[in-house]
């Protein structure tokens, strides 16, 4: 059974970058037809699709983030990675990372992470 | 992209139906048969409850299902039961970035 776990710091400074890991567990990230995400929740708001990556290395951001955002994958690690920089205030949230199964599947988020809270504050 | 509209509560009493709407536009919920329905309760992850319009994955309430018309898509929970009190989101791929989109939210309330 596939889980995924977000891991990285709790806690980011203004204008710093910040960084999250997700580890899959249970099946392998090479694994075609899914794509790895990361998607956040502002406290007591909705959810917000950040971005997926391909095994391959094909990536699609969100255009209100895409400038700021790089998601990486490392497939002999298992893992996956979000870069989010010149972090302010707005990006303080919990972090989910999850299993977009898209082609001849769900084509939706079947397996989410626990889910990770990043403040950002000096 | 902007995100789908979703209404922000509704609520219904135990058992009976709910109906929870989803609009979007011709570049997502119109375009495509890839509207996903997700059940969050407070504190934790989200939990996909249907998936590709109508669908629901293995384990899933036969009281929750889902449709389509044009631009909106709705969620109906019937026989509503205490544990179904939770945030409803929609989500679906969108042509404008290749990616997806989610809609605001709705709280459920069981009465």
């Known amino acids: 059974q596939v889980q995924l776990q977000e891991s990285g710091p709790g806690l980011v400074k203004p204008s710093q970058t910040l960084s999250l890991t997700c580890t899959v567990s249970g099946g392998s990230i090479s694994s075609g037809g899914y794509y790895w995400s990361w998607i956040r929740q502002h406290p007591g708001k909705g959810l917000e699709w950040i971005g997926y990556?391909?095994?391959?290395?094909?990536?699609y951001y969100n255009p209100s983030l895409k400038s700021r955002v790089t998601i990486s994958v490392d497939t002999s690690k298992n893992q996956f990675s979000l870069k989010l920089s010149s972090v302010t205030a707005a990006d303080t949230a919990v972090y989910y990372c999850?299993?977009?199964?898209?082609?001849?599947?769900?084509?939706?988020?079947?397996?989410w992470g626990q889910g990770t809270m990043v403040t950002v504050s000096s | 992209q902007s995100a789908l509209t979703q209404p922000a509560s509704v609520s219904g009493s135990p058992g009976q139906s709910i109906t929870i709407s989803c609009t979007g536009t011709?570049?997502?919920?119109?375009?495509?048969?890839?509207v996903s329905w997700y059940q969050q309760h407070p504190g934790k992850a989200p939990k996909l409850m249907i998936y590709d319009v109508s669908n629901r994955p293995s384990g899933v309430s036969n009281r929750f299902s889902g449709s389509k018309s044009g631009n909106t898509a709705s969620l109906t929970i019937s026989g509503l039961q205490a544990e179904d009190e939770a945030d409803y989101y929609c989500?679906?791929?969108?042509?404008?970035?290749?990616?997806?989109?989610f809609g605001g939210g709705t709280k459920l309330t069981v009465l």
């Open positions: 999850a299993r977009y199964c898209g082609g001849d599947c769900h084509d939706a988020f079947d397996i």
């Open positions: 989500s679906s791929y969108t042509s404008s970035s290749r990616g997806v989109v």
């Open positions: 011709s570049s997502d919920v119109g375009g495509y048969n890839y």
């Open positions: 990556i391909y095994y391959s290395g094909s990536t």
